[in-house]
Nanobody, 127 residues
């Protein structure tokens, strides 16, 4: 079992940038496809980006494409979410998640594909 801990959330002005990190322990991060989701109170958890085990494939929904970038450093057991040109509607709690998969190239994108979740980090974008 892998344990995930997010960090790096905070308050940023609209138009600014922020990078959040997800550190893994327990098992090597390279065993998992990784993803980022976000959630606001009363709403379903929303997928914002995924990356394959190898790091060679990524996937983003249209809502963040071109602004968000997921990357990983398997040697450091860490996944990153770089967020640029942030908007007030990006305000949410951001969660990283790990998906067990045998594929080195598949970037999981559905909530049900993910097996392990972090506790979340709050990102607030002020207007």
């Amino acid at each position: 079992q892998v344990h995930l801990v997010e960090s790096g959330g905070g308050l940023v002005q609209a138009g600014g940038s922020l990078r959040v990190s997800c550190s893994a322990s327990g098992r090597p991060l390279s065993n998992y496809a990784m993803g980022w989701f976000r959630q606001t109170p009363g709403k379903e958890r929303e997928f914002v980006g995924g990356i394959s085990r190898s790091g060679g494939s990524t996937y983003y929904p249209d809502s963040v494409k071109g602004r968000f970038t997921v990357s990983r450093d398997n040697a450091k057991n860490t996944v990153y979410l770089q967020m640029n040109n942030l908007k007030p509607e990006d305000t949410a709690t951001y969660y990283c998640a790990a998906a067990e998969t045998s594929s080195y190239w598949y970037a999981a994108r559905q909530h049900r594909e993910y097996d392990y979740w972090g506790q979340g980090t709050q990102v607030t974008v002020s207007s």
